[in-house]
T-cell receptor, first 112, second 112 residues
């Protein structure tokens, strides 16, 4: 069966520090992968999606970047965090036959 | 940018009552999906309805889709306290990578 893992689960970082959030998927190959951000009490904002290794589409201009170095690994990064980067970051993969998204448990980032 | 808008933003009902949530969207879609999120957790897929379908059932869930009005509704019958969560609609557009865009969500509180 397929599983998705995100880490770290929580992170407190100072403004200006770097960021790396990692997401890995097991039990499937060549999945479409997604990074979303959710502000407190709000909906999900699509940040990046990827249809294959090295293929990244960015939805919102910002100081975040994403990379897909391996088929089932998706990384969200920043060189210098801003206060506005605080939020709940969710990684997901798409079931190719069903179209539904399967989400990880999320990474809560607080930038101070 | 958000594609779907849920209505109402928040809903409080008694256990045993039905809960109806609505979703409107802006562009043509391949399918529409509903997800559930418990506080601080990842989203869980509930049901998917394709653009050529008008109604779909799954257990206590009933989803309708009106593509002429670009709207959908989610009905939860005989609600339980455990149904307390946020509910999101999401739409899929085939842009080569299948972008799934979420609405702002409805926060449902079911009182025991």
């Amino acid at each position: 069966s397929q599983t998705i893992h995100q880490w770290p689960a929580t992170l407190v970082q100072p403004v200006g520090s770097p960021l790396s959030l990692e997401c890995t998927v097991e039990g499937t190959s060549n999945p479409n992968l997604y990074w979303y951000r959710q502000a407190a009490g709000r909906g999900l904002q699509l940040l990046f999606y990827s249809v294959g290794i090295g293929q990244i589409s960015s939805e919102v201009p910002q100081n975040l970047s994403a990379s897909r170095p391996q088929d089932r690994q998706f990384i969200l990064s920043s060189k210098k965090l801003l206060l506005s980067d605080s939020g709940f970051y969710l990684c997901a993969w798409r079931g190719s036959s069903t179209g539904e998204l399967f989400f990880g448990e999320g990474s809560r980032l607080t930038v101070l | 940018s958000q594609q779907g808008e849920e209505d109402p933003q928040a809903l409080s009902i008694q256990e045993g009552e039905n809960a109806t949530m609505n979703c409107s969207y802006k562009t043509s879609i391949n399918n529409l999906q509903w997800y559930r999120q418990n506080s601080g957790r990842g989203l869980v897929h509930l049901i998917l309805i394709r653009s050529n379908e008008r109604e779909k059932h799954s257990g206590r869930l009933r989803v309708t889709l009106d593509t002429s009005k670009k709207s959908s509704s989610l009905l939860i019958t005989a609600s339980r306290a455990a149904d307390t969560a946020s509910y999101f609609c999401a739409t899929d557009r085939n842009t080569g990578g299948f972008k799934t865009i979420f609405g702002a969500g409805t926060r449902l509180f079911v009182k025991a």
